[in-house]
């Protein structure tokens, strides 16, 4: 009778340890939030001219959907525009590189 009673408690120590170490990696996982992160290179134009120039700017952009962080990028990189150039200038044909991290 002890025999089967030690079986049965060791099955179900066993089986206990397995749910909840299940359920634990479950908690952590879902705790761990995703994020886009994007980077965006934009020429420089000047606006009205038709002159795309050669002028490179990158930024940075974070977001919970790719799009969000591509825009977020661009926004970034239009800031410098402004704080560099001024008015009359903005970015023109961006190109994105995101990831989800």
């Known amino acids: 009778m002890k025999k089967i009673f030690a079986t049965w408690a060791t099955a179900a120590a066993c089986a206990l340890l397995t749910l909840t170490g ?42 919970k959907r790719k799009g969000e962080a591509e825009r977020a990028a661009q926004r970034n990189v239009q800031e410098q525009v402004a704080k560099k150039y001024g008015k009359g200038y903005r970015t023109h044909h961006c190109t994105f590189r995101s990831a989800k991290r």
């Not at 952590?28 to 490179?56: F, L, M, N, R």
């Open 22 to 63: 299940t359920a634990h990696a479950a908690d952590t996982e879902a705790a761990k939030p995703k994020y886009w992160y994007s980077t965006a290179t934009c020429g420089v134009e000047k606006i009205g001219t038709g002159d795309h120039g050669k002028t490179q700017l990158k930024g940075t952009g974070k977001g």
